[in-house]
């Protein structure tokens, strides 16, 4: 009838239920009434967790006490308002009394919150409700399970010799049990009484409450009938120990008479009650005689006030009583006027110590519980149905142990975390640091070792399920989620107690061993004897996790654990992220259960991490729980390692104001502790744990307890390098430094000096550990991380105020406590701006890529992260469209300044002078035009920096690349249009010599065909065609025999250019060779070809000589195409033509403007196409669906790999890894050709500037028809040729007309402007259809690509190619973004055999990948060590731009080790040696497997 889920109201009947009522209502409880409020509802992070300002109403004081309450404020209890002014008569009469405040909040508490707050409340050293006085039932409850959680430690005196101590359960302690009860009323004030005695040599005063403390005059309305109880623990000291033994003390509190069960509860179980009274009547000396009676062993002992003047007792009904009782006088203690109250406390303590002297009856609680039963009290534990299945569980459980040794308990029914887990985690690190190979070769060694792992991963396939498991998981899997919260109490609370005999025999052992100082094997054999000993509930959910890893993937047997173990994580149980005992985490297990808890909350997980670090039992544990109120297991009874987390909830309206959603917190355990530390491995452990937590925190608090100690200064040391490798990887975690145990007012100026050295100390530290870390820019603490010595130093005064265990807490360090976790609340709202907080998906991926740079030791140079990889080619990808953009923004403002240079040219006499201001102002114009594109960049990528998504964060190192790569590409394109525009001149000039030649000999023959006109026409004979022909023939002959042929230049002497323009149709320019020397110079520096000057010269010789001939070849031919006699040979016929028509007087309007469509405008229109095709083009491949393979370099070569796994050509792989360059080009080249042929898109884009173009003209001949006044040419034939000129020079500025041409055509025109321009109206029609027609005929795409002036297949090559830097081992190209970047680097590098690297002697291909190599401790030698042996994993000191991390996985290398496995012999062949070795595993690798390793070094997620 009592069960929490009660749905209805309890009515209240009786009177006392009334003051409940009252109570309740006041305080606002009433929803909670019975036991409804969880201890779920204080692990939020509320408003309200911040400010804590007095309540202001009632209903306030429950929130206001539990969170107190939970931060261990001594002051909880107070209800009242701080802000109240003290009216007179007002007083406090409007509040509650803090018993019933605390009373009424019990009812309320379900279990386990019932159970926190004892816990809470015995270290604040308040008494403790023993009999909860009946709510709405007819009993009053016994309140043992909630108390099952306190562990005490204490000394009694028997152990005083030595120096033992007893901890324990305080439930479970046997000891005196002494009770005070009052008759009626009373005028000696019991509890304060009580609280002199107990209190005193602490001077702590309230342990219960009385009537004079704050608001205790309020008017009790609940409290009657209330049993309190406390204990009192020596410490050891007799100066300060009251009592020599443990004892327990109750307090009822109101009259006996109105509470008789408890009072008949409490003669059975004490060995003395005491009974203050004023005056008694007869019915109450009959109920204490018959009492008396029914307990015979338990003395009544009388306090009583002696009369002023008679020094005897006031009443005389004491008296009666005295002789009903049989009572000795020793057994009446009376308060006379002389005693004042400290007297008087002194004599009851006598009469306490005297009375335990004489008593041989002591109880523990446990027992007490069945003299309850007898009474028909209730025992807390055994009032649900949840509490008793829950506890006969655990039972289920504890059975299986039996009176096994742990060790032993533990190997066969823990299996999976003992040996096997622990070889794992030995093999998996092996793998990475490749310490042990023998004279094995490393991939052998390395594929052995994963064999070894596959063995044991396979055994554990066969495990069967243990039985504790079994019913483990069975009782976690029930649907009641208190039944499983209270089968998790109770299997801790007996696994607890179960090894806190056996560890603390070990322990004494231990110490027992340290101070005799014995050898260290065994030490470090009882070390680890401790560790197999200790048991806790954590082994179980380790195991758990264990078995989930086994199953996955195999059955879906335990598919369901993630689930369960999410929901115990949220209901802030705290679950292992790190077994510290193996090393390892269990990586599926931690990402499954929270990835399960982050769809739990509903896909919303912004994460705060906060971590603490410290050594060893300075209460770091204690610190977090008082901070948030969580539980995570504290106490020096536990010997685990490793890193536990707990998640808090925020509440909803707090989200927005934090950026975050839970915050998560990990407390660590064992570091530096002395039980471990004869272990050899465990500085490894401990830097492992503090790497790991640091880099995983958003804030780690480190814990000082103890200054200036060698463990500390160890921590330190750590915690300094694991900053430093944060700092590496992008991230800056924020700390603080919580200094313990330090107290008074003046700490914080005090301390000055203190912070002074400690910040000495860590710069000093941070020098050491950069040097190790090979980051000497680092040279203090402050440019490891954002630290203020004011700011980010905590003092906290001690935990308790007086010596344990009978010390309170300190009111001190409660609020300490607060104001550090107010300040930490608010820099995460400080930082809500600046910082992105990653979800847990992003955690997790975190959290991997950490744990695999752990397990390398080479750290920095190994860490590579997906989230940080992914954010770089993000970037990259940008970057690379914004220099695309640059690019064209450039190449179409040098097309057009050709086409200027071109015109003006035309237009002006060769005059060098004004040739040199207008190329000069050209450069002017370019070179603005640049400075405003590399600005536009620069602020696109300052604006990148700063989004608050991509994680931009993580890529912060690389920003300063980036900016150099800007400012150098800036360099680069300037550098290349001053080329161009030089180049284009002289080629212009060139040009123009030959036209000019041209036009003469035109002029010439022009000179001569109509003199022969003349000469034909004077002849009055009719002549015939045929005639005219052959005195045209004579005349031509006549003429063109003194034409002469161009004089040919001297290349040889004048030299070369660059290779690629071979081919163009141009001639040959100085500015050609000039490019090309100083690409062979760019070359020499970055290939890191060393040279001296001769063998420099001599190379450049070499390479010119042999363009100078490919020069010469182009520039015959420019002279062949542009020979004088030729052209003249070519415009023949028209002349022929021409002469006819005149002749015949024939209209030849049709035909002129026929010639003028196609031998001047046509030409200059598919020149005007071609211009803007190359960019065109480009755009067209960056739109189109394959746009993805260029965005990114890591992208190419992923694609490139794919595609060459998927062809399955050995050729191919040849030409990739020997010519990789005009691979490239060629693949490049090849996906344009099928791009432009397939959807006709070469058609689409010419024929889109074909439009535009035509437009162009047609509006051209429209403005042509107007003279400069804008007025209508008259219809005269001689203003046909003005129109025409007019007509080009407009067009001039967009195209390039060869005028020597046009004034050919326009030679002897006869017809008129207007039927001129309705011709040629028509005529450009007629062109652009025929040019349609020729566009849709394109077949030979690569012929139209070598025509183009910008070739898309270099700004491609551009794009992808990057640096051009090949990783010194293997070969393989530098994938790194921007062109100026700091260090270079490759996704996946390959065998070295694949760079034809061989063992000297056998002509053996070596297998290995240098990703191994430099992890390895192997060494090499080649020319850039002089020959000398060099460590493989010092390649940074021989390399420094590369960086070379390892695999990202086992698989990742799958690639190459499949290729190497299938082409082995072949490459052997080509690169004349013999095949490499290759390891067994290898050849068992898969085309798939090959397939899939490029998707997980690339990252690249289910394609
Ligand atoms: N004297 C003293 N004891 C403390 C203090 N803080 C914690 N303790 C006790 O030290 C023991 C170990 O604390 P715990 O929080 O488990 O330490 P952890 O190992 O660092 O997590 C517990 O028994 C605490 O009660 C303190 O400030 N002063
Ligand atoms: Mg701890
Ligand atoms: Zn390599
Ligand atoms: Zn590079």
Same mark, same amino acid.
């Given at each position: ?20 009522? !009252? ?154 049990? /002494? ?41 009790? *309305? ?222 052998? &060694? ?64 231990? !110490? ?34 264990? /078995? &989930? ?333 914004? @220099? ?7 190449? +179409? ?35 603005? @035009? ?91 004979? +009719? ?44 001639? *040959? ?30 190379? !450049? ?140 898109? /070469? ?107 910008? !070739? ?98 086992? @698989? ?10 299938? &082409? ?13 070795? /290759? ?18 070094? *690339? ?5």
């Amino acid at each position: 009838m009592d069960s929490p889920d009660q749905p209805d109201l309890p009515c209240f009947v009786a009177h006392k239920e009334h003051g409940l009522r !009252k109570i309740l209502c006041k305080l606002g409880l009433e929803e909670y009434y019975p036991n409804k409020m969880s201890l779920q509802c204080l692990l939020k992070i509320t408003g309200d967790s911040i400010t804590d300002t007095g309540a202001d109403s009632e209903r306030a004081l429950p929130m206001r006490f539990l969170k107190r309450l939970m931060m261990l404020n001594a002051e909880c209890r107070s209800t009242v308002a701080q802000t109240e002014d003290y009216d007179e008569d007002d007083g406090e009469s409007d509040t509650v009394n803090p018993l019933d405040l605390v009373i009424a909040i019990f009812h309320c508490a379900d279990s386990f919150l019932q159970q926190a707050m004892m816990l809470k409340m015995s270290m604040c050293q308040f008494a403790l409700p023993l009999l909860l006085p009946p709510g709405t039932e007819s009993q009053c409850t016994l309140m043992l399970w909630a108390m099952q959680d306190i562990r005490k430690e204490w000394r009694p005196h028997n152990l005083l010799d030595t120096r033992g101590f007893v901890e324990d359960g305080i439930v479970n302690v046997s000891m005196p049990f /002494i009770s005070f009860v009052r008759l009626r009323k009373c005028s000696l004030p019991k509890s304060q009484l009580l609280n002199e005695i107990m209190g005193k040599a602490q001077q702590i005063h309230n342990i219960f409450t009385h009537i004079d403390m704050e608001a205790g005059n309020v008017p009790r *309305y609940i409290v009657d009938g209330l049993v309190e109880i406390t204990w009192y623990l020596p410490c050891g000291n007799k100066n300060l120990d009251i009592f020599p033994k443990p004892l327990a003390v109750a307090n009822l509190r109101g009259d006996i008479c109105s509470s008789e069960t408890q009072f008949a509860f409490l003669t059975k179980v004490s060995s003395a009650i005491f009974v203050f009274l004023d005056q008694v009547e007869e019915a109450e000396i009959k109920l204490l005689s018959s009492i008396k009676n029914t307990a015979p062993e338990s003395k009544f002992l009388l306090v009583v006030k002696t009369d002023k003047e008679t020094k005897r007792i006031n009443d005389p009904s004491i008296e009666q009583l005295i002789s009903q009782l049989q009572l000795q006088s020793s057994n009446i203690i009376s308060k006379s006027a002389k005693d004042n109250k400290s007297r008087f406390s002194n004599k009851l303590t006598a009469a306490v110590t005297h009375v335990m002297q004489n008593c041989k009856h002591s109880i523990t609680l446990r027992q007490i519980s069945s003299v309850a039963y007898d009474l028909g009290i209730q025992v807390d534990e055994d009032q649900t149905d949840a509490s008793r299945s829950g506890k006969k569980a655990a039972k289920e459980v504890e059975k299986t142990i039996g009176v096994r040794e742990v060790a032993d308990y533990k190997k066969n029914f823990l299996p999976l975390q003992g040996e096997p887990w622990k070889r794992l985690a030995q093999l998996e690190k092996e793998e990475c640091r490749l310490l042990n190979p023998g004279d094995q070769h490393l991939e052998t &060694y390395k594929a052995q070792l994963q064999e070894e792992i596959q063995d044991i991963k396979n055994k554990q396939g066969n495990y069967q399920t243990t039985k504790p498991m079994l019913s483990f998981i069975n009782a976690l899997s029930t649907s009641d989620k208190q039944e499983r919260a209270f089968f998790l109490k109770w299997l801790s609370l007996s696994l607890d107690t179960h090894s806190q005999k056996v560890l603390s025999k070990l322990r004494r052992q231990l !110490k027992e061993a340290q101070k005799q100082k014995i050898d260290k094997d065994t030490l470090a054999r009882l070390d680890q004897q401790l560790l197999d000993s200790s048991l806790g509930i954590e082994h179980y959910f380790r195991e758990m996790g264990q /078995i &989930y890893e086994v199953f996955k993937g195999r059955s879906n047997m335990f598919s369901d654990l993630p689930n369960i173990a999410a929901e115990i994580l949220l209901n802030g149980v705290p679950l292992e992220l790190l077994d510290g005992d193996a090393s390892n985490i269990p990586v599926n297990w931690v990402r499954d259960v929270l990835m399960k808890l982050h769809s739990a909350v509903g896909e919303i997980s912004r994460l705060w991490v906060v971590a603490v670090l410290g050594v060893q039992s300075t209460g770091k544990s204690t610190l977090l729980n008082a901070m948030f109120g969580v539980q995570f297991p504290v106490s020096s009874g536990r010997c685990t390692r490793g890193a536990f987390m707990l998640l808090l909830k925020i509440e909803e309206d707090l989200r927005e104001e934090l950026g975050c959603d839970l915050i998560l917190l990990i407390d660590t355990e064992g570091l530096k502790s002395s039980e471990m530390s004869q272990l050899e491995d465990s500085y490894e452990h401990d830097n492992q744990i503090a790497t790991l937590v640091v880099g995983l925190s958003d804030i780690t608090i480190i814990n000082i307890a103890m200054e200036n100690s060698t463990e500390m200064k160890d921590i330190l040391q750590i915690v300094v390098h694991a900053f430093l490798r944060m700092k590496e990887v992008g991230k800056k975690p924020r700390c603080h430094f919580v200094h313990q145990n330090v107290a008074g007012v003046s700490a914080h100026s005090k301390t000055t000096a203190e912070r002074r050295q400690l910040i000495d100390q860590l710069d000093e530290m941070v020098k050491i550990a950069a040097k190790m870390e090979k980051q000497t820019e680092v040279v203090k603490f402050t440019d490891v991380l954002d630290y203020d010595v004011e700011k980010n130093n905590w003092y906290i005064p001690g935990l308790w105020h007086g010596t344990p265990p009978m010390a309170p807490v300190n009111t001190g360090y409660s609020e300490a406590v607060h104001e550090f976790k107010n300040h930490l609340i608010e820099e995460i709202k400080s930082c809500k701006t600046e910082r992105h907080p990653s979800q847990i998906p992003e955690f997790l991926e975190w959290m991997q890529s950490l744990w695999k740079a752990v397990k390398y030791e080479n750290f920095i140079f190994s860490f590579r992260n997906t989230l940080v990889a992914h954010a770089y080619d993000n970037l990259c990808r940008d970057f690379n469209q914004w @220099e695309w953009e640059f690019r064209k923004q450039i190449l +179409q403002c040098v097309a057009g300044a050709e086409v200027q240079i071109s015109h003006f040219l035309t237009e002006n006499a060769d005059n060098l002078n004004d040739l040199q201001q207008f190329i000069t102002k050209i450069k002017q114009n370019a070179s603005s @035009e640049l400075k405003t594109e590399e600005q536009k960049m620069t602020e696109k990528l300052k604006e990148y920096y700063k989004r608050k998504d991509r994680h931009v964060h993580l890529i912060e190192k690389y920003k300063v690349d980036f900016f150099n790569s800007i400012r150098c590409l800036q360099k680069e394109i300037e550098h290349v249009v001053n080329n161009k525009l030089d180049t284009i001149v002289e080629l212009e000039r060139n040009m123009k010599k030959v036209r000019d030649i041209h036009s003469e000999h035109m002029k010439m023959i022009e000179e001569q065909v109509s003199r022969l006109l003349k000469s034909c026409k004077d002849t009055n004979t +009719q002549l015939s065609d045929e005639q005219l022909s052959i005195v045209f023939e004579k005349m031509w002959t006549e003429t063109v025999i003194n034409i002469a042929g161009l004089k040919e230049r001297d290349i040889d002497s004048s030299v070369f250019a660059q290779l690629h323009l071979v081919k163009s149709q141009k001639d *040959y320019s100085d500015t050609f060779t000039n490019d090309l020397l100083k690409k062979i110079d760019h070359d020499l520096v970055h290939k890191n070809l060393k040279t001296n000057t001769k063998c420099e010269v001599d190379l !450049k010789l070499y390479i010119c000589s042999h363009a100078a001939r490919d020069f010469l070849e182009m520039h015959r031919q420019f002279l062949k195409n542009k020979d004088p006699r030729q052209h003249l040979e070519d415009s023949k016929f028209r002349y022929l033509s021409d002469f006819l028509d005149l002749y015949h007087e024939k209209d030849h309007c049709q035909r002129k403007v026929t010639d003028f469509v196609n031998l001047c405008l046509k030409p200059a229109v598919t020149d005007y196409i071609n211009r803007s095709l190359g960019i065109d083009i480009v755009d067209e491949m960056l739109t189109s669906t394959r746009s993805t393979e260029y965005s990114s370099r890591s992208y190419f070569q992923f694609t490139i790999l794919k595609e060459l796994l998927q062809k399955d050509d050995f050729q191919s792989y040849v030409k990739y890894i020997l010519k990789y360059e005009i691979f490239v080009k060629d693949w490049i080249l090849m996906r344009i050709i099928n791009e432009l042929s397939s959807e006709r898109s /070469i058609v689409k884009l010419k024929s889109k500037n074909l439009a535009v173009i035509i437009q162009k003209i047609n509006e051209a001949i429209e403005t042509a028809k107007a003279d400069r006044d804008d007025q209508l040419l008259p219809n005269d034939i001689e203003n046909t040729s003005i129109l025409v000129k007019n007509l080009c020079r407009t067009l001039s500025k967009d195209m390039r007309i060869p005028m020597d041409v046009v004034e050919g055509v326009l030679f002897q025109i006869k017809s008129k402007p207007l039927s001129f321009t309705d011709s040629l109206l028509e005529a450009v029609k007629d062109l652009e259809k025929l040019l349609k027609a020729e566009f849709d005929d394109t077949k030979n795409i690569p012929h139209v690509l070598q025509g183009l002036a910008i !070739k898309p297949q270099d700004e491609l090559f551009k794009r992808v190619f990057g640096c051009g830097q090949q990783c010194p081992f293997c070969l393989v190209h530098c994938e790194a973004g921007g062109n100026e970047h700091n260090k270079h680097f490759a996704s996946v590098h390959r065998p070295q055999a694949f760079g034809s690297y061989r063992c000297m002697t056998t002509e053996i291909l070596c297998e290995t990948i240098c990703t191994t190599d430099v992890h390895s401790e192997n060494c090499f030698k080649n020319c850039d060590t002089n020959g000398e042996l060099h460590p493989y994993k010092n390649y940074h000191s021989i390399y420094p731009d590369w960086i070379i991390p390892p695999d990202v996985s086992i @698989e990742a290398s799958d690639y190459w080790k499949y290729v190497l496995q299938r &082409y082995n012999d072949r490459f052997a062949e080509e690169y004349k040696a013999k095949p490499a070795e /290759i390891p067994d595993a290898w050849k068992q690798i898969t085309r798939e497997k090959a397939l899939e390793s490029l998707n997980i070094a *690339y990252s690249i997620k289910g394609s």
